[in-house]
């Protein structure tokens, strides 16, 4: 990791980051953002953007929370509750035997799930056998009830993918694994962000950097489930490293744009430029893993 980078995150005013760096006498529990995602509202829907309880526990399985710590309890039963449910399940649609599914909502429980402390939960073990079964043959998933079944949304596919090598770093699963792998090869197809067919760039939102994520693909949530995988040596993923590499700002520090918006504030202030921690700590520990950092 960039030593100047490191430096700052370690001297943050946020003890949940510089735990991230290493400091190990940070306490997680005392960080301002911490404490508010913990305050879980229970009088609107959990996937409420940006706002309700399933991106906050996302949040703070980024940002280091204590593994099965008791305030993490209402809001871990919240999120599987949901996506559990039957009034949840019965509306999700298979055509021309394809589930369509937004499936970035299961992986996202699945991943914040298994770091927070429940991969042994049975309702995750649920999750990740549906997201098991409604994978597409090209190692991904789709929620298009339109789409032709023959391409996967990478939007889809990240997510449910970072999720499974979650859930098998923590549980040994090596059918969460190999659906894992299959994304990742999915990606490299296409280097992680050039069609296969003109080799232009999919979209401009793909090769810049955003922190959270919440549901959508960038070049960093492709290159941070090749690190989970151990695959970022693969040489179709060189270009995407470079670019990564590239976009450093002359004080050393990362930026990105935000999802967020007014009308779909966060539940906590991420920061912009430099001052979104995460995101540059994020970054760091992909090229830092790729050996260029």
Known sequence: MSSV?????R?????????LVGVQAADVTRSPRVLTLLQFPTAVHPYKKWWGTHWRLVALSDLGMTAGAPALQPGVDQELDWLTSAAHRTSIQSVNGLVRRCASQEGNAVYAA??????RDPRVRQLVDSLLDWQWPDGGWNCDVNASGGRSSFHETVTPALGLAAFHRLTGDREALSAAHRSAELLLQHKLYRSRRSGEIVH???????YPAYWHYDVLQGLRLLQALGRLGDPRAG?????????????GFFSGPAWQSKTQPDAVSWGKGAANEV?????ESVLHAAGRS
């Open 114 to 119: 298994s770091r927070l402390g429940w991969e």
């Open 279 to 283: 995101l540059n700590f994020l970054t």
């Open 239 to 251: 270009e995407a490293l470079g670019r990564v590499e590239a976009s450093r700002r002359p004080n």
């Open 11 to 19: 001297r943050s005013p946020d003890p949940a980051i510089q735990r």
């Open 204 to 210: 401009p939102s793909w090769v810049q950097l955003h």
């Open 5 to 9: 980078v490191l430096e700052v995150l």
